[in-house]
Structures are given as C-alpha cells and as structure tokens.
C-alpha cells in the first residue's frame, strides 16, 4: 500500500501531460485545423495563398501525410511510403474539399487507434530525425498549429473570419 | 531496490514529457520567435500586417504579457496586472525593437527561473480560465506558434525569407 502511494506520487511527480491529455490536445487542434478546412471556399483552397506560399491543401496534405505516415512509423518503425499509405502524401493530393476532408477524418481515427503507450522510445522519424516519441509528436502537432496561423492570415485577407484559436 | 524500479517504471510509463524537456522545448520556440523579431525591418514590426491583423510588435507583446504574467500567476496565484508587471503588457509597448528584444530576454530568464514542478496542479488563469498547469503552459506554447506563423506570411509577403521552422 505505501509502495502503491509511493509509485503514484513519483508517477504525478515526473509527469508533465497525462497521454490520454496528450491525445486530446492534439485531436483538438485537429477538429480546429477541420473547421478552418471547411471555413475555406472551395476553389481558394487549393489556389490561394499570399507570399507565395503554399496554398492551404498543400499545407493541409502535409499535415495529413505526417499524422497517417508517422502514427504507422512509431507502432510500427515502418517510415517508408508504401502502397497503402501513397493516398495520404503530397502528391496525391485530391481535387475537392471533401476528399480532403475525408483523408482528414480516416487520419483522426488513425491517431485514436493508434496512440502510443511509450513515449520516452527513440525513433528514428521519417528515417531521418531521432528523437524520443514525445518530441516528434509535439513536432507534428507544432507544425499544424504554426501552417493553420498562416491559412488564418489567408483567409482573413479574402475577408473571411477564421473560427476561433480557443475553440477546439 | 525493487521498490525503486517499479517506481521508476510507473513514471516512465505514465510520462509524456519530462519536466526539463517541456522547458527546453518552449524555450526553443522563444528562440525561433526571437529570430523572427530579429528578422524584421525595424518599421516593419510595429506597422506592417496582412488581412487587417495586428502588426508583429502587438502578437509579440501578447506572447510576452502572458508568460511574463502567467509564469508570475503559476508560482504564486497572483494574476492581476500588478505595477511591477505594466510594462510586460500591450498598453506598454515599446516603439524600438531592441526594447522588444530587452522584455523578450527578461521574460526568456523568468520562465527559467520559475519553471513549475506540479504539472497537474489547477489553476485559475488570469482569473478566467480553470486548467492543470500543463494545459495553460501548452496554450501559451501553442499561442506562441499560431502567431508567430501568421508573422512568417507577413515577412514573406515583404520579400523576406523567414528562419527555418525546425531550427531553435
């Protein structure tokens, strides 16, 4: 019994986010990142930027290719591109906002279904980046929020009202 | 000693993120946002925007009044604008960038000084919002990168090539 207070103390002590909290604040900014996706008329989706920067497909498709290939990365340590996982990457980049939305929504489920239990495991990311598994996760959720700032930027200069930062 | 192992087990295990390592990863986005204030043409800063937004000073200043009020409220409960902390806020913002880059720096050594050790304490922040620690420090992050992102589309749009995302 003091053994068990003893593990949960040292346990809440070294723990900085709960995973489940961890799985929620990425899922949020998703269902955020969705809702710009569908604020978006659907021609300037996929043709309008500023700065000469990536329309929000293109930074939308990036997104989605490092969720669905990087969640089947860390359980699997599988990074290349494979058959199965070609439709969630750059270049088969889909025509119509719903197809977009549709690769969104298998991806979400992905992440659910497959969320890490470790998150102190090495990998090698992409084969490329080492990190521990919490660091490349919060690299992927980063680079959502930090691409979706700059669809708010876009959206906001064709007159239309991003869906609130706070709401997820 | 067996004790010891299981409690080093469980904390590992019900750990996302250590506490130094949360830290650092904050403290490298200061760093990227440090390098896009350094960026900026000094007139720049405090006048340019897209889309009707604020320029980059009034983002920065925002990033700067919640983790200069916000580190202060976490380690003592406190969350009023007190005298001490005035210029830390929008109403205070300087007209040169180097005085930006002089609170930057201040708040870059609070957030060192008083980094929290009970991730999971509540707390009413800035009187409105209820959150563990972790999620109100994950929402001045996660702030952070949402505008920062927005000031990536303004300098590009003035020609100019902001510091590589990836790179704190």
Do not use: C
């Amino acid at each position: 019994m003091e053994q068990d207070v003893i593990t949960s103390e040292a346990a809440t002590k070294g723990l900085t986010i709960p995973p489940d909290a961890l799985l929620d604040h990425w899922q949020g900014h998703r269902r955020l990142t969705r809702k710009m996706i569908e604020a978006y008329p659907e021609d300037k989706l996929f043709t309008y930027s500023v700065g000469g920067m990536r329309p929000f497909a293109g930074l939308v498709m990036e997104m989605i290719r490092l969720a669905a290939l990087g969640m089947r990365g860390l359980s699997t340590r599988n990074w290349e591109v494979t058959e199965d996982l070609k439709q969630y990457t750059e270049s088969a980049t889909p025509s119509r906002k719903e197809d977009i939305l549709r690769l969104w929504d298998e991806v979400t489920d992905q992440i659910d279904r497959s969320w890490p239990e470790d998150f102190q495991e090495i990998h090698l990311a992409f084969g490329q980046y080492e990190s521990p598994v919490f660091g490349i996760i919060l690299y992927w959720i980063d680079n959502e929020i930090h691409h979706r700032g700059q669809a708010y930027v876009y959206l906001r200069s064709l007159g239309i009202e991003p869906p609130p930062f706070w709401e997820r």
